[in-house]
Nanobody, 117 residues
């Protein structure tokens, strides 16, 4: 079992920055793939960025060049650095963990990001 806790969300103006954190319950990053997803009102949850157990990253087109996913093994924490935020980035952001070739998904409770003037 994996527990994930997100933090770092808040209200920012367009063009601003936020850093989201996802703290895991144990040292899982060497074996689990991690990801950030988001869900806006009235929309389905969508992939934002992923980082594999080996450290490879992938991004949705709408955040390329603006967001960076990273992890710190010693802190059991995954980060999402968000720069150049836009109003359409407003959503609840969720951290996920998945073991390769497994159907099990683990999710945090989510953290609200609001981009508005």
């Amino acid at each position: 079992q994996v527990q994930l806790v997100e933090s770092g969300g808040g209200l920012v103006q367009p063009g601003g920055s936020l850093r989201l954190s996802c703290a895991a319950s144990g040292s899982i990053f060497s074996t689990y793939n991690m990801g950030w997803y988001r869900q806006a009102p009235g929309k389905e949850r969508e992939l934002v960025a992923t980082i594999t157990h080996a450290g490879s990253t992938n991004y949705a087109d709408f955040v390329k060049g603006r967001f960076t996913i990273s992890k710190v093994y010693a802190k059991n924490t995954v980060y999402l650095q968000m720069n150049g935020l836009k109003p359409e980035d407003t959503a609840v952001y969720y951290c996920s963990a998945r073991r390769p070739y497994s159907t099990d998904d683990y999710w945090g409770q989510g953290t609200q990001v609001t981009v508005s003037s």
